[in-house]
């Protein structure tokens, strides 16, 4: 009993109190490592759901080139069989390994075959936003089925 007669209670039940404040502080910061490990799935050089819902996005076209350690998908030209008057190449390029929408970059060139030679034709800027949105949806989508 010696031992504990200079024992202040009010003091240690403080002391304990603070301790035990900032281990659950520190328990609280920590945030979940499985949501942010996901967005950022870049074995390959970049972000891997970009890359592979914009191999998707763009599989209608013959590949000259696809280098995944640069980010960088470029197409050939392709003509659709309704419209063989018209032809587009399309250059995707994924820039970062999180999986954002600033992380994508889609440019198109269209030509018109005129007295049998291609012309090069504007791009309306709605066709490259609409085919980045079905990358970034794609992306998204293969994102969840992976969580």
């Given at each position: 009993m010696t031992a504990f007669r200079n024992f202040r209670r009010p003091?240690?039940?403080?002391?304990?109190?603070?301790?035990?404040?900032?281990?659950?502080a520190c328990a609280k910061s920590e945030r979940p490592r499985a949501d942010l490990a996901a967005a950022q799935v870049s074995t390959i050089g970049v972000n891997s759901y970009l890359w592979r819902a914009a191999l998707e996005a763009v599989s209608f076209a013959p590949l000259l080139q696809a280098d995944s350690s640069g980010g960088v998908i470029v197409t050939?030209?392709?003509?659709?069989p309704q419209n063989p008057g018209e032809r587009v190449k399309m250059t995707v390029s994924i820039l970062d390994t999180d999986l954002r929408a600033d992380a994508l970059r889609v440019a198109a060139s269209r030509q018109v075959n005129q007295g049998g030679a291609w012309v090069d034709?504007?791009?309306?800027?709605?066709?490259?936003?609409?085919?980045?949105?079905?990358?970034?949806?794609?992306?998204?989508?293969?994102?969840?089925?992976?969580?």
């Open positions: 003091a240690a039940i403080a002391v304990l109190g603070v301790a035990s404040i900032g281990l659950a050939d030209w392709y003509a659709n034709a504007p791009v309306q800027a709605a066709t490259v936003q609409k085919l980045e949105d079905i990358i970034l949806t794609k992306a998204r989508e293969l994102r969840r089925q992976a969580l």
